[in-house]
């Protein structure tokens, strides 16, 4: 780890010309760090300690120097290694799948979460009980006629 | 949920558990090993480091060929560049060409190796590792010695200066360059 700093700092250090140029950086080695493979490691940059990633921070860090946009950065890297080279597949054509499959499982893991909550839920409900209608039976009703006849 | 609603969010399901097992069998088997000894090397096509024009392996179709896979950033590489150079000049009189492939490299990084160790044999890149893959290189340096008919006789997977690869690959160099 500490090599590896040492080297970026010197690739760092012997750029302090063309840095100079270059008053405000467009982006970090930081930051591209995380979005760049590790061509032989498989791992992004920021996880590698290979000589592979050296050699491809040291450019990172070059261009940066040299007032270079993340998106130039990243296609430069790309016409020289592939497209393997950056964490995450272009958005376009075919890898577009890629960004759109997790986003479409988890809705339609969350449409069939919310239906199986919704009918667990009507399960749960208790049934309405039917009350039954008090029927008078037909003494009653009869007394109760002639009571209101007194009335009439 | 009808039976028929049910029956069918089943079925979906076991579609998808089943695409997935496919994935991981056509994963599996397309998996790049590294060609057997005595098995016809993987042909390819690559741009020239520095990109001037391409060279294809069966041009070379009738002369035994040394492919040589390195990196510029490959420490070992550098200390067989030397033997690589001195073997090339003794042997390209009997015919036998020595390709060297840059793979997984910054071509500007390649072209300053190949000059600090002058090195004149054909250099050639892979960028993406497509042919690299294809030869299941893990490491570098790794060489492979092919016949006149472009069959392996010879794989080092390591540099050719290290003890048991050095005695290998002059033995699979002449017995090449003989047959």
């Not at chain 1, 049934?127 to 209101?148: I, K």
């Not at chain 2, 397309?30 to 294809?56: D, K, M």
């Not at chain 2, 000049?89 to 009997?94: G, M, N």
């Amino acid at each position: 780890m500490i090599l590896r700093l040492l080297a970026v700092a010197a690739a760092a250090l012997a750029l302090a010309g063309p840095a100079a140029a270059c008053a405000h950086p467009r982006t970090s080695l930081a930051y591209l760090e995380g979005q760049v493979m590790c061509p032989i490691c498989h791992t992004t940059l920021d996880q590698s300690d290979s000589a592979a990633a050296r050699q491809i921070e040291a450019y990172i860090a070059q261009r940066i120097a040299q007032c270079a946009s993340a998106r130039q950065i990243e296609a430069e890297l790309v016409a020289n290694y592939g497209p393997a080279i950056l964490a995450a597949p272009p958005r376009k054509g075919f890898d577009l799948l890629a960004w759109w499959l997790p986003i479409a499982g988890v809705l339609a893991g969350a449409a069939l979460l919310a239906l199986g909550v919704w009918r667990w839920s009507r399960r749960r409900e208790p049934e309405p009980v039917e009350l039954a209608e008090p029927g008078l039976d037909e003494e009653t009703e009869r007394r109760l006629d002639e009571l209101l006849a007194r009335y009439d | 949920m009808t039976r028929q609603l049910k029956l069918s969010v089943q079925l979906l399901a076991l579609a998808c558990v089943a695409g997935l097992l496919a994935l991981l069998v056509w994963q599996l088997s397309h998996q790049q090993h590294a060609p057997r000894v005595g098995s016809l090397a993987p042909a390819f096509t690559l741009r020239r480091l520095g990109g001037r024009g391409e060279v294809s392996l069966a041009s070379y179709r009738g002369h035994p060929v040394v492919l040589n896979f390195w990196a510029s950033w490959c420490v070992p590489c550098k200390s067989e560049a030397a033997v690589l150079e001195r073997d090339w000049t003794r042997y390209r009189r009997r015919g036998v060409v020595f390709l060297g492939i840059d793979y997984h490299d910054l071509a500007e990084d390649a072209r300053r190796f190949v000059s600090a160790h002058a090195l004149t044999f054909p250099m050639l890149e892979d960028g993406s590792g497509r042919v690299t893959g294809s030869y299941g290189i893990s490491q570098v340096p790794e060489t492979y010695v092919l016949d006149r008919r472009g069959r392996i006789v010879a794989h080092l997977a390591g540099p050719i200066t290290a003890g048991p690869f050095a005695a290998e690959f002059d033995r699979a160099l002449a017995e090449a360059a003989a047959a």
